[in-house]
């Protein structure tokens, strides 16, 4: 039997705690959130401080990431690296992964979580600037960082990189068709790049529904809207950002070990 990387302790004999302990344990790991500083990408790198990992907190603002950081830190005692880079602009992603190897001498894990859905009231008025510029941040600049990181970790021996992706992908609507088009591109790129980086490196796609962050503030402000919205879900409501966690870790940890090139759903039961 082959098996080319460490597996956490999955012995019968393991007590329940040390069980679960062991699945989900990112001690000594290095894990890179883009998109950090807030939203859904804040809870995914306080829930891998949480674990034992050390996190790089990166994102468009300084200030952001380094108020991230520092509340990390405090909470967790887990170094945390603040980057401020634009994930659409391909000149500064090398940068952003030379900043974490000299900081840290690894890279572990990778999520590819920034993204971005402007919102317009009709397809007119999309400008070529405007898909450019949402196909950049959603689809090209997770394609570069995942290339440049999946090479270093599969020269390291391993590692796992998660594309968050969205609902939006699957079931497109009118205000969002740039940004669906994009993450329906970003699905695509996660089964390729797992074939590509196999057996070492894992890459899966964490595809999220409707979450309470910033990006659906709109939707929060109008509660009939809101209602509409998610009525059809089996849950039938928006998601807490810390729902994204648990989904979230196992694809970064040992407990996804046999888990590449797969989509998991964190929605609320979309129809």
Known sequence: MLISHALPDLSIGATHMGYADGLFDLSGRVVLVTGGSRGLGRE???GAARCGAEVVIASRTSEACAATAREIEKETGRAALPYAVHVGRWEQLPGLLDAVHERFGRLDVLVNNAGMSPVYEDLGEVTEKMFDAVVALNLKGPFRL???????MAEAGGGSIVNVSSTGSVRPRAPIV???AAKAGLNA?????????????????????????????????DPEALAAGVRGHALRRIGDPREVVGAALYLMSGAASYTTGATLRVDGGMP
Do not use: I, K
């Open 178 to 180: 740039p940004y669906a």
């Open 44 to 46: 995914m790198a306080f």
């Open 146 to 152: 995942s290339v440049l990181a999946g090479q270093r």
């Open 189 to 221: 790129m996660t089964e390729g790049l797992a074939h590509a980086f196999g057996p070492t490196v894992r890459v899966n796609t964490l595809m999220c529904g409707p979450f309470a962050t910033w990006a659906t503030r709109h939707w929060q402000d």
